[in-house]
């Protein structure tokens, strides 16, 4: 792990050598190369947490909630995958196991949403992995069955109607888990709490806009919980600063766009980090005496996972701003421009060369990709890709698929892009241009 993270800085080090200085001075509070190391530190912070927290977390549909935070990381979640297709074809297109407690299999929401969010991160079609239709098998059962035995399931369930574009799903379980959120007080679950709001406000998060001020409520309540070496849980229990509370808080100002005090809450969870990276540390409730702990790390693995994202916006939105700037004049380079610059981990633009039809099925053709791991295949019924959209992996040696089994006459957009591993986590190409045809 140490020799990864050395070659981690070492990227950062030339990064910012050829950044122009006007880019890393955008902003008075964070430049550009710091937002770049900060992001390093996360991935390899996130690296760190998954290996620890690997031996003591079974890859079963049980345990879908702790596997989920293995996904948004990018890490290994081919043991899931097995159980779940081994899951599906037992209970011939349900999803059902028991919890600890429970003394026979049922359906919990959260198997599904945990499904469609693993599948849809992998790029797997959630309409047809293992010859299941999960999306459908998930929003039968949302039909009668509403009821989130834990409310931080919400997260994983309203991004998974997100990713299905079941906006009404998602809007009636919001609905229903704001009825326990008091403006000014925050939410209520055995009591409020930093990590409640917190978790409340992240769930929320890919319908803000429908839902902005308690959005915004939430995110402003966050604030009373902060101490000098970080957050703390609530005022009736524990008031002592801990790692969980402040993974939550930077969770949600990550995905609330609020991007210096997601940095400045990742600085502060350092204090909680162990010597090893990426492990982190509680306060034993009897003795008091700080040691590693896997819930502080799996909270922190889950924040990492959200704080990576918002480090990749803010990347793009100083590279953006500054684009329309002059820059300072560089001096005279010492060392030959194709040595100093940092090799592209992105993969080319896919370009589509062909899009045929035929009875029921649309045929796609384009240009190879030299390098790439493989390529996605994506088609939709409208031009936003929001509805009735499917994925389809496609062999790095092909760059051929035909689509079967669609609707006889209708119109259909599709779309191409490839991605290849770095460092075991998937960087994608951008999107071709979007294509439109009709069946026949």
């Not at 990381?73 to 899951?87: Q, R």
């Not at 993974?247 to 990550?254: D, G, I, K, R, T």
């Not at 698929?401 to 994608?428: D, E, F, P, Q």
């Amino acid at each position: 792990m140490k020799k990864l993270l050395s070659v981690l800085l070492s990227a950062v080090m030339i990064f910012s050598a050829v950044v122009p200085f006007s880019a890393l001075a955008e902003t008075k509070t964070l430049g550009l190369k710091d937002v770049v190391t900060a992001q390093v530190e996360a991935k390899a912070d996130m690296l760190g947490a998954m290996n620890y927290l690997k031996a003591s977390t079974p890859q079963t549909v049980a345990n879908s909630y702790e596997v989920h935070k293995f996904a948004q990381a990018g890490g290994d979640v081919s043991e899931y995958l097995t159980a779940l297709e081994s899951n599906l074809k037992a209970n011939n297109g349900k999803i059902m196991a028991r919890q600890a407690k429970e003394t026979k299999d049922s359906e919990n929401l959260v198997y599904y949403a945990v499904a469609i969010d693993v599948l849809t991160i992998l790029g797997k079609d959630v309409t047809n992995f293992g010859g299941y239709n999960v999306k459908q098998a998930f929003e039968t059962f949302a039909q009668t069955n509403k009821n989130v035995s834990n409310p931080y399931f919400y997260r994983c369930i309203v991004e998974a109607c997100k990713a299905i574009g079941n906006d009404k799903l998602a809007r009636d379980l919001i609905d229903q888990m704001s009825k326990s959120y008091t403006v000014g007080s925050g939410f209520d679950y055995w009591g409020v709490s930093c990590d409640n709001t917190a978790m409340y406000a992240s769930s929320i998060a890919s319908y803000k806009a429908q839902y902005q001020a308690n959005f915004n409520d939430a995110i402003n309540v966050l604030s009373k919980y902060k101490k000098a070496k970080g957050y703390y849980s609530d005022d009736k229990y524990t008031t002592s600063e801990n790692a969980d509370s402040t993974a939550y808080a930077m969770m949600a100002y990550s995905v609330a766009g609020e991007f210096d005090k997601a940095y400045e809450a990742y600085q502060l969870l350092k204090n909680f980090e162990s010597k090893n990276n990426g492990v982190f540390m509680a306060a034993d409730w009897k003795t008091g005496v700080m040691g590693e702990n896997n819930l502080a790390t799996a909270d922190a693995l889950r924040a990492l996972s959200y704080f990576d994202k918002a480090c990749d916006q803010k990347i793009k939105d100083l590279s953006n701003s500054d684009s329309t700037k002059p820059t300072e004049p560089k001096p005279a380079p010492t060392t030959k421009p194709e040595t100093a610059k940092p090799q592209s981990t992105t993969p080319a633009k896919t370009k589509v060369q062909k899009i045929s039809t035929g009875k029921k099925s649309i045929t796609a053709q384009w240009k190879k990709v030299a390098g790439v791991s493989a390529y996605q295949v994506q088609i939709a019924t409208n031009k936003k890709f929001s509805k009735n959209k499917k994925t389809f992996k496609v062999s790095k040696k092909s760059t051929k698929v035909k689509i079967k089994k669609l609707k006889a006459k209708k119109v259909y957009y599709v779309r191409v892009r490839s991605y290849k591993k770095v460092n075991g986590k998937k960087v994608y190409s951008k999107w071709s241009t979007v294509r439109k045809v009709k069946t026949k």
